[in-house]
């Protein structure tokens, strides 16, 4: 049986018994632990029992890992990343396991078996997941949505080829996609195509498209990149060479685009926090100070204050949403209640 599979089935089993939930750190209360039992085994070679203990021990300790790793990562990923998380993290049992307890150890055959209790550091764990991430999901994973109007000799088209095409190039680079409505960034624009030529072509039809769009965050509508393009298709007839030069447009323009995205996520990763129950000037201007004071905040500023709704923008150095939510409930000077995420907005309230 192979590693990747004993973690899958590990996995598996684990989501199906559950867990005993997070608990404070001993060592740092800020932090939490997740405590898992998991049980390893080893052959007893040459009658040396004591040898297939202690490996029994590290097969256990690799299996509790594997066991976080199984929940905090999807299958697809598992398998993908398998070298990767196997070489990387549950073959590195002492940087992640904080302690553990041995809970039975027995002989079974030719085989020697241990069972422990262990106490695996979430935050670590979590921290070196997120280097064998792609980079869409390093700055936030934001779900990419499309609105790409088509016109074909100046007539509106229901079709979506220059969509497709895009959300194919953006899907291959790591990003995720879905419906424009509840995208964390929307592509819109248009492609029109008009005929170009059918001289000299050998009964062949030239058509000359071009296409313009931007990249603009939901909520904020914050333009974080644009693009025009235009290339020609040829084909037999007038429909197909329409088809092929907006495919080719799309397919010139997707990789500049995927490229400035990515560029100005990493720039100004702004987060949309929408924060309820401020009350006074006082609480709103006590929480900018607890913002500013993070570390992975890079600035804060303002965009609102109603109704004891303050609408606050916050530039990241990295991470999203999500990053900020973990940072904003492990503050110690004031308590924040998390009501809602996504890739780069966030709901909350104070206490």
């Not at 002492?94 to 085989?111: N, P, S, V």
Request: charged letters at 25%; aromatic letters at 6%.
């Amino acid at each position: 049986m192979t590693r990747l599979t004993r973690l899958l089935m590990a996995a598996a089993l684990f989501a199906a018994a559950g867990c005993a939930g997070g608990r404070k750190s001993s060592l740092n209360p800020a932090y939490e632990t997740e405590v898992v039992e998991a049980e390893g085994m080893a052959p007893v070679v040459a009658g040396d029992a004591e040898g297939a203990k202690k490996t029994a021990l590290h097969d256990s300790m690799r299996n509790a890992l594997g066991l976080v790793v199984g929940v905090y990562v999807s299958q697809d990923a598992q398998v993908s990343k398998s070298i990767l998380i196997d070489e990387n993290i549950t073959s590195q049992t002492e940087g992640y396991i904080e302690k553990y307890e041995t809970l039975k150890e027995w002989r079974d055959g030719d085989f020697y078996k241990v069972r422990i209790r262990a106490h695996v550091r979430k935050e670590d764990l979590a921290a070196k997941l997120r280097t064998l991430e792609t980079e869409p999901q390093k700055l936030g994973n934001p779900v990419i949505g499309f609105d790409i109007k088509e016109a074909s000799d100046s007539k509106p088209q229901q079709t979506a080829y220059a969509e497709l095409e895009l959300k194919t190039r953006f899907a291959d680079a790591g990003f995720i996609t879905g419906e424009k409505d509840k995208a964390d960034i929307v592509i819109q624009g248009e492609a029109q195509t008009a005929l170009n030529t059918r001289e000299g072509l050998g009964g062949f039809v030239s058509y000359r498209a071009g296409i313009s769009v931007s990249a603009v965050k939901q909520g904020s509508r914050e333009t974080l990149a644009s693009i025009q393009e235009s290339a020609g298709g040829i084909d037999l007839n007038d429909t197909a060479a329409a088809r092929a030069s907006i495919i080719n447009a799309a397919k010139k323009a997707a990789e500049p685009l995927k490229e400035r995205v990515l560029k100005s996520l990493r720039e100004k990763s702004i987060v949309r926090l929408n924060l309820a129950n401020v009350k006074t000037m006082n609480d709103l201007s006590e929480f900018t100070k607890i913002l500013r004071n993070i570390p992975m905040v890079r600035s804060s500023w303002v965009r609102g204050y109603s109704a004891s709704v303050a609408v606050i923008d916050v530039a990241m150095h990295k991470g999203g949403a999500a990053d900020l939510s973990q940072l904003l409930i492990k503050n110690g000077k004031r308590p924040v209640k998390i009501n809602r995420t996504s890739s780069y907005d966030l709901d909350a309230e104070l206490q």
